[in-house]
């Protein structure tokens, strides 16, 4: 089991690190291409989530992304200074009420591009599992 960590500002150009972090990630070990574009956004999707949401733009906070590599697969949390909130009360953005709505996408995305996502400190982290996919 490797363990990589990345600790970040509460600003948006700190989503620029994500992609050397990603790539570093994933080309150290080996992980499947095809998984790589899932990856990136769903780390993106979360960071930025944390940054906006959860800190609320405020620079003096961070936000924290630890990853565990093993041979079965790729887990990375994402974890905010925030008070969390409740996952499971966002509206559906597929809903047709909401189709139209700008932003509301980002933990749809997650849920749907990662294997496994859990929501722990009353939602102030995330943990995304990615399966390895073996050929």
């Known amino acids: 089991m490797i363990k990589l960590m ?6 948006p150009s700190s989503i620029a690190e994500l992609e050397p972090f990603v790539s570093t990630l994933t080309s ?10 899932n990856i ?13 949401h959860g800190n609320c733009l ?8 630890e990853s565990i590599v093993n041979g ?4 990375l949390k994402v974890t905010d200074e925030g008070h969390g909130f ?8 597929t809903h047709p009420d909401h189709i139209e709505t700008c932003g509301g996408r980002g933990v749809f995305l997650i849920k749907q591009l990662a294997d496994k ?9 995330v943990e995304m599992y990615f399966k390895f996919k073996h050929n």
Not at 6 to 11: A, E, H, K, Q, V
Not at 40 to 52: G, H, K, R
Not at 58 to 65: A, F, R, S
């Open 40 to 52: 990136l956004i769903s780390l993106t999707e979360a960071v930025n989530n944390a940054i906006e």
């Open 6 to 11: 990345l600790r970040l500002p509460s600003c």
């Open 72 to 75: 079965k697969g790729l887990s």
């Open 117 to 125: 996502v859990q929501f722990t400190d009353n939602g102030a982290s």
């Open 86 to 93: 409740c996952h499971h009360s966002l509206p559906d953005p």
């Open 28 to 37: 150290e070990h080996n992980v499947n291409q095809d998984l790589y574009p």
């Open 58 to 65: 405020d620079k003096t906070k961070q936000v924290n992304i």
